[in-house]
Structures are given as structure tokens and as C-alpha cells.
């Protein structure tokens, strides 16, 4: 019996490993893919992105996992991106498009917005709105995935890890490197919950090019 419950909590840890491993490894692809140039054919907003990415990752996974758009969680909050392993959501991701378009001055979107505000990525995984499985369980690894059109990596670490600080958050929240390459880039974060629990972020960041 021991035996069954040491694999019953070794397993998740092992496949949320996989799918980021599996992200990381095909995110290069991604802009260049004929999912990304048909699916921004008629528009280029944030949620043709992230349907995009769903399309490209499902077709390469060979059904190992589906990436779903739009996913319900807590009350009426909606995750742009749900993973799942069968039929269970395994990880969550919140999308952006950097820079976060702002229409005009009246707008509610904010340029902070990938940290905190309304419809903020970073906040919602702290405040439980996002984050969670099927039954509503915090789910303890989710993502943010960045669709960047201007500016470098360095850049916008600079600049959303002083997001984090305008939050009045601790700096043990900043984001933290693991690589910086051509096109993608990979980062981490840790953020305590309003339960006290803590959610760890895997950010992943990739260059798009504005389709003519």
C-alpha cells in the first residue's frame, strides 16, 4: 500500500515535468508553424495566440495531452489555456501579448497587467481565481505564457520584475532566468496564495512576428 501511495505523489510532479519539458522543447517552432500563420490570418489579438498555441501543441503532442482554450475555474473566472492529461486538467495557463494592447487612454487594460490590476496573469494565480483543476483543487505548478512583438527578453525582465515590486509584493516574488535564447525564453516564479499554499509559475516567453 505504501508502495501505490509514494507513486500516487510521485506521478503528477513526474508529468508536469514532461509537459514543460514538451513546451519548452516546441515553442521554438511556434511562429513559424502553419498553426500560427493560418489562425492570425483574420485577427492577431491575444486570444487568436493563445488558440494558436493550443492547436500547435495538441497536433505535436500525438494526444498525450490536449490544450484546451478558455477553461472555467473559480466562479465565473476563465484560464485562457487549460492542459489536460484524459479528462482532468492538469496545468493552467494565463496568456499575454507584450506589449499589452491598449486601445486608448479610457481603456482598462493596463500595461501592468502580465503582473497585476484587472485581468491581471501573476494576481489571479494569488488570488485563487485561476490555478485549479476539475474540482476545483489548487493545482501547485501553472503557467503564463508571453506572445512578445516589441522589445527584448531583458527588457521585459527588467521591467515585469519591477512590475512585481509597484505590486507591493516581496522581491522573493520577482521573476527568476533560466534561459534567454533566440526566440523563447523560460523563467520561474513563486508566489504565496491567499490560503498560505504557494503556486509556482513557469513563464514561457516567445517572440511572434506581426503577420502581413
Known amino acids: 500500500m505504501a508502495g501505490i501511495n509514494s507513486f500516487k505523489q510521485l506521478q503528477p510532479n513526474k508529468l508536469i515535468k514532461d509537459l514543460v519539458s514538451f513546451i519548452e522543447k516546441e515553442l521554438v ?8 500563420k493560418n489562425t492570425l490570418e483574420k485577427k492577431k ?9 493550443c492547436l500547435f501543441m495538441t497536433n505535436k503532442c500525438q494526444s498525450k495531452f490536449y490544450f484546451a482554450r478558455e477553461n472555467a475555474q473559480k466562479g465565473s473566472s476563465v484560464v485562457d489555456i487549460g492542459i489536460y492529461k484524459g479528462s482532468n486538467i492538469i496545468f493552467t495557463i494565463e496568456a499575454k501579448v507584450l506589449p499589452i494592447p491598449i486601445p486608448n487612454k479610457k481603456s482598462e487594460r493596463k500595461e501592468y497587467e502580465y503582473v497585476y490590476g484587472k485581468g491581471a496573469g501573476v494576481q489571479r494565480f494569488k488570488e485563487e481565481k485561476h490555478g485549479l483543476d476539475n474540482k476545483d483543487n489548487l493545482l ?16 521585459w525582465y527588467k521591467k515585469i520584475n519591477q512590475w512585481v515590486l509597484d505590486a507591493g509584493w516581496d522581491k522573493s516574488e520577482q521573476l527568476q532566468k533560466v534561459y534567454f535564447n533566440s526566440f523563447t525564453g523560460k523563467l520561474i516564479s513563486n508566489h504565496p496564495r491567499i490560503n498560505a499554499s504557494n503556486v509556482k509559475l513557469h513563464h514561457f516567453w516567445v517572440v511572434v512576428t506581426k503577420l502581413k
Open 29 to 36: 517552432l511556434f511562429k513559424d508553424s502553419n498553426d500560427f
Open 45 to 53: 489579438n491575444e486570444n487568436q495566440h493563445s488558440l494558436a498555441f
Open 140 to 155: 501547485s505548478e501553472n503557467g503564463l505564457i508571453a506572445f512578445i512583438k516589441e522589445n527584448d527578453f531583458a527588457s
